[in-house]
């Protein structure tokens, strides 16, 4: 079990997926103005008197994804494409879609998420309700926020990603039992799903993200899940290393055959890395290759840092290129198993 920091605005945390080249190329065409459906919902409210009103985009096509995403987790704002190309060059292969922490009660950065997706990279946002009770907003307490903010995402013209309060069955979050129950937590989900409905917020994919069962999640997953009317994509975390797991079977096969037995949802390893050690080739083969094997699995997030946990007193290397000889099997395994697309050599 990884007890990761919870990000705060001076220092968001970062991930990143990858969409099928053909469907992210398609949605990208819309990025300028256009919906990628065909108009559905009512015009969004103006940025100004003079500014034109264009109908909220539509994310549709993106929630069945195809191919495999590849995605890294890194530091910085929607807008710094700095660790997405320094993936890229490591990888061999361009992470599509980005992941980043915002606290709840701040605003959506609209002029980050643009940057972002008028680069081709597809925004997935994580919406942490770090000092505000889950009870509070399932009871209505934030409705003011949740309308402000989904007018403002609605207004985005692309596609984004949200997860709500992740990892909802760690002890580690605010969120997670002893803090939170379950149906607090699902009426909560619930409660924001529905005010972006109200909005015809068209344009977001909603992800619920548990982490893996292991010493430190005990609490079964299924009384926090929403339901299919609720969920887009299927969230997992987890990662090999000295408190997690070291083989794709102990780690993630558990939980994967736990969440089958409700729901069929598209799924994609939202978190995962495998820390330096002796075994981390060997592991990094057995990640990409039973991920790649797994029906219903559209990707996974590498998350590319060297980071102190709580609790810890060590650095632990989660870093593609922690090693030259963990670099090479990422690029290779990438590229066998079909994750992302290559980079394409400038020239």
């Not at 597809?122 to 889950?134: C, G, H, I, K």
């Not at 109200?198 to 982490?211: F, G, L």
């Not at 994509?233 to 987890?238: A, T």
């Not at 939980?255 to 978190?271: C, H, N, S, V």
Request: aromatic share 10%.
């Amino acid at each position: 079990m990884i007890r990761r920091p919870l990000a705060r605005p001076a220092a968001r945390r970062l991930a990143a997926l990858a969409i099928a080249v053909p469907l992210l190329a398609t949605a990208c065409s819309t990025a300028d103005g256009g919906s990628a459906g065909d108009g559905a919902g009512a015009p969004g409210p103006a940025a100004s008197s003079s500014a034109p009103v264009l109908p909220p985009y539509d994310a549709s096509a993106l929630r069945t994804p195809t191919g495999r995403m590849l995605g890294v987790a890194s530091e910085g704002g929607p807008a710094d494409l700095g660790p997405v190309d320094a993936f890229a060059a490591k990888a061999g292969h361009r992470p599509d879609v980005r992941e980043y922490y915002q606290e709840w009660g701040e605003d959506f950065d609209t002029a980050g998420n643009t940057a972002l997706w008028k680069s081709g990279v597809l925004p997935l946002l994580s919406l942490v309700p770090d000092q505000t009770p889950l009870s509070r907003i399932a009871s209505g307490g934030e409705d003011a926020y949740l309308t402000r903010f989904a007018q403002q995402v609605r207004g985005f013209q692309g596609p984004v990603v949200i997860a709500f309060a992740p990892e909802m069955n760690g002890a580690w979050a605010p969120w997670g039992p002893g803090k939170a129950t379950p149906d607090e937590y699902v009426k909560a989900w619930q409660r924001l799903h529905d005010a972006f409905r109200d909005q015809q917020a068209t344009n977001v994919i909603w992800m619920w993200t548990p982490h893996v069962a292991d010493s430190g999640t005990g609490a079964p997953v299924k009384p926090y899940y929403p339901g299919d009317d609720y969920v887009d994509w299927l969230g997992l975390i987890g990662y090999y290393g000295p408190q997690d797991g070291t083989a794709f079977r102990t780690l993630f096969a558990p939980t994967l055959k736990t969440l089958r037995g409700f729901t069929a949802k598209p799924l994609l390893i939202a978190e995962t890395g495998v820390a330096e050690s002796p075994q981390k080739v060997a592991q990094i083969n057995d990640l990409f290759s039973n991920a790649a094997g797994t029906n219903g699995l559209i990707g996974l997030v590498w998350y590319d840092l060297r980071k102190k946990w709580p609790g810890s007193t060590q650095l632990t290397d989660w870093r593609v290129d922690s090693s030259a000889a963990a670099a090479a099997a990422v690029v290779k395994a990438v590229g066998a198993k079909g994750f992302g697309h290559p980079v394409t050599p400038a020239g």
